[in-house]
Structures are given as C-alpha cells and as structure tokens.
C-alpha cells in the first residue's frame, strides 16, 4: 500500500461545478498536510495548508481526519484556469521532515 | 525575490557521460532535496539535505550523487548517467517542515 494514496482521475467537470479530492496516508505519526498545484511540465506549487479545524481559502477547502486518515480538497464554482494537477503531501517529522507525495489527480474543467 | 533556480532547464545526453544541475536558493532554508518526476508515479524523493555537509539517501538514490558544501546550493551529480534516469527533474528547499519551493525543472533525456 502506498503511502499517500490519490485517485488519478482525471476528473472531467464543466465549468462553475463543485469538485472534491480525497487524499488517504498511512501513517499516523503524519504531523503536517498540503496540497498542491502542478500545471503541466511545471514545478509544483503550495495551494494550501490544511489545519485540524479545516480551512478555506476562497473557493477552496481542506479538511483533514485524522481519525480516517485522510484529507480533502473541495473546490467551489470552479473556473477553467483551475485545470491541473493537485497533489496530497504529508509531512512526517519522525523521518527527518521528509514530505511524502501522492501521485497527484488530474483535474480538468470544461467550458 | 525569493526563488529556487535550476540549471540546466533541458538536457539531453549519452549514456555513461557525466553531468551536473546546479540547484541554488536565496531563501536561507536548511532542508534542500531533489525529487524525479515520472508518468504515473509521481514525485519520487532522490536526496536530501538537512544542512551543509548533511546529506541523506531518499526513495530512489541509485545512479545519483550530491553534495551540500554551501547553504544555497544543492548540485545533482550523474556520474555515468543511463536511459532510465530519462525523467524531470526538481529541486526544492525549505525550512524544517514547512512548505517547498520548488525549482522550475530540469527535463533530462539519456540517450
């Protein structure tokens, strides 16, 4: 089992929809949680941090349980400029900071 | 401005000659690592560094070599490089356990 699991989609929606991620890890001694966005052939970049109690950043939510082991992304009226790749990454500080990423899902929005 | 630069951004290259990317921050971080990028696997952990003369193997170290004599930089050895280490190819740094800025890609091909 990997450890950072995504759905790799790609999840195909129109325009203004809502669309939610879930990302599953396996380790519980995971200590921190992101998301990113990676435009195709470019670097990845940080979309958001993710809090115990949740948090919103515009038309983006994340929400973590720590009891399920999992996080979520859920994006609100979404726009084409949202098309690209998102990625689930933990952090566990019990292996010297290291981040452990997920393989990403592939997000596309139609007109 | 804050930035994590790579060169070079395109390479291709023989099998067994020996090569470089260069890996430079301005933003003062401890932790540096390098990570490859494949289809369908996402990003895979080569070597990091905790800080200078701190280097530690990540997920997929065979075939590669770095080294950490300065903060700023964070050089990618190939000593004899092969057609499997054809990838993308992205270096990042950050203080401990914070987020990653990322580097813009090197594309290597092995010929």
């Known amino acids: 089992r990997k450890e950072v699991e995504q759905d790799p989609g790609p999840f195909n929606v129109p325009e203004g929809a809502t669309v939610a991620f879930n990302c599953t890890y396996s380790?519980?001694?995971?200590?921190?949680f992101f998301w990113y966005r990676q435009d195709c052939r470019k670097e990845p970049k940080l979309l958001m941090s993710v809090y115990s109690s949740g948090n919103e950043d515009g038309r983006f939510t994340a929400q973590l349980n720590r009891a399920s082991q999992y996080i979520s992304l859920l994006i609100r009226d979404s726009k084409l400029s949202d098309s690209a790749t998102y990625l689930c990454v933990v952090n566990q500080r019990d292996s010297n900071y290291q981040l452990i990423w997920g393989a990403g899902t592939k997000l596309i929005i139609k007109p | 401005e804050a930035q994590v630069t790579q060169n070079p951004r395109y390479l291709i290259t023989v099998t067994g000659k020996k090569l470089t990317v260069t890996c430079s921050q301005n933003?003062?971080?401890?932790?540096m690592s390098w990570y490859r990028q494949d289809p369908g696997l996402g990003l895979r952990q080569i070597y990091y560094s905790m800080n200078v003369e701190v280097t530690d193997k990540g997920d997929v170290p065979e075939g590669y070599k770095v080294s950490r004599k300065e903060k700023r930089n964070f050089p990618l050895i190939l000593e004899s490089p092969s057609p499997n280490q054809t990838s993308l190819y992205f270096c990042?740094?950050?203080?401990?356990?914070?987020?990653?800025?990322f580097g813009p890609g090197t594309r290597l091909t092995v010929l």
């Open positions: 380790n519980s001694a995971s200590q921190s």
């Open positions: 990042a740094s950050s203080f401990y356990g914070s987020t990653q800025f």
């Open positions: 933003m003062n971080h401890e932790y």
